[in-house]
């Protein structure tokens, strides 16, 4: 099993991609797109919220990779991802390109936050 720390770096990665290049520096305009399809959220509303969003992910990123509170930082990672997938295939699912693929790749994830919560809990645990 790799290290902890690997485990967290991979998921911390992730967060800062999506957070960082994807909303914030805005590399991704498909992003954009996306999150004007919610509702009240077209328009200038819509560049602001992508960007908080994007700061909320790199918040997610450095959270993680400090390792503390791992199960908190799960039941986070997993309700943040839950609210943005549901939204996202509720009012944006036509333009997203796969939302098959999406919800995979983000189950993914969920299921890494988790074990690496259950790494930090197995090592405290044995200690």
């Known amino acids: 099993m790799p ?37 009240l959220l077209g328009g200038p509303l819509g560049q602001v919220a992508l960007v908080l969003l994007g700061f909320v992910e790199c918040g997610l990123a450095a959270w993680v990779l400090s390792g503390r509170r791992p199960r908190v930082a799960a039941i986070a990672q997993t309700a943040l991802l839950a609210v943005m997938n ?3 295939v509720i009012w944006a699912g036509r333009i997203i390109p ?10 993914v994830l969920v299921l890494l936050a988790w074990v690496a919560a259950g790494e930090a809990n197995h090592h405290v645990e044995h200690a």
């Open 3 to 39: 290290s902890r720390i690997l485990i967290r770096a991979a998921i911390a990665m992730v967060w800062l991609y999506q957070g960082l290049w994807c909303k914030v520096l805005g590399r991704m305009p498909h992003h954009q797109e996306v999150i004007g399809a919610m509702p």
């Open 86 to 88: 549901a939204g996202g």
């Open 98 to 107: 796969d939302p098959v693929g999406m919800l995979l790749q983000n189950f």
